[in-house]
């Protein structure tokens, strides 16, 4: 069950929250404000509605998680995101972070391998404030040619390489932001395309995510 009351108490919960992420260094007002407008307890259980603004990752179901708040600011942040242009995430896991995207304006198309975190997307009511979301249920190493290309690429799992499809889907120009695996700790890079399909590399601070895994499942 979720609670899809937003009390001043939450909003007092989420500005606190927002004061430690910029704390921890995080500077976009845009990124900021985002968080501050999207209630993270919609998207966990109500089980952790006390404690659904600690700066922690909390269970979805399937073995998965949303993501840490800051972990959410900082790929946000890095990807550098405008109003109106096309985002594909990889991982919709609880849709937090897409409803983050979306809040910014942008058009976001998500992937999730895992039939039934899909399904409960399905159901969930506060979704219906983005249309600019579309739910897709699939492979996120195959990403969504149909809708290609995109100006930026979002993935929420620890992947194993740079998936080369991705980089394919990419614009020129555009940014891929995704943690890269090593020995079982997780590096943020961030790619650039470059004319030609070939990218530059930036290399940033270690996060812990679930696995991206190949294939669907359900
Ligand atoms: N962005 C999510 C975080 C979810 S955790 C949120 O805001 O809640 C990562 C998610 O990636 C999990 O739900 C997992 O099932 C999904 N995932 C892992 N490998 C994937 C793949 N190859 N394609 C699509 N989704 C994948």
Wanted: aromatic content about 14%.
């Amino acid at each position: 069950m979720r609670i899809l009351e937003d009390t001043y108490q939450h909003k007092g919960l989420r500005k606190k929250l927002i004061d430690q992420l910029r704390a921890k260094g995080i500077t976009s007002a845009l990124v900021l404000e985002a968080m501050y407008n999207v209630p993270r307890h919609f998207f966990l259980d109500s089980a952790f509605d006390k404690i659904a603004y600690e700066d922690r990752a909390f269970p979805i179901g399937q073995d998965q998680t949303i993501s840490q708040p800051y972990t959410v600011a900082y790929q946000t942040q890095l990807l550098n995101v405008h109003r109106s242009e096309k985002i594909l995430e990889i991982g919709t896991g609880s849709a937090y972070q897409a409803c983050i995207l979306a809040e910014m304006g942008a058009w976001v198309f998500t992937i999730e391998r895992q039939r039934k975190l899909f399904d409960n997307n399905k159901n969930f009511s506060y979704k219906a404030k983005y249309p600019n979301i579309k739910f897709f249920y699939g492979d996120g190493f195959e990403g969504l040619p149909t809708f290609a290309p995109f100006n930026k690429i979002l993935i929420t799992a620890a992947a194993p390489f740079v998936p080369p499809k991705l980089v394919e889907q990419l614009k020129i120009g555009g940014l891929m932001v995704l943690p890269v695996d090593e020995d079982g700790k997780q590096r943020m890079l961030r790619i650039t395309k470059k004319v030609g399909g070939d990218y530059d590399e930036e290399w940033f601070d270690y996060f812990s995510f679930v696995p991206m895994l190949k294939g669907k499942n359900g």
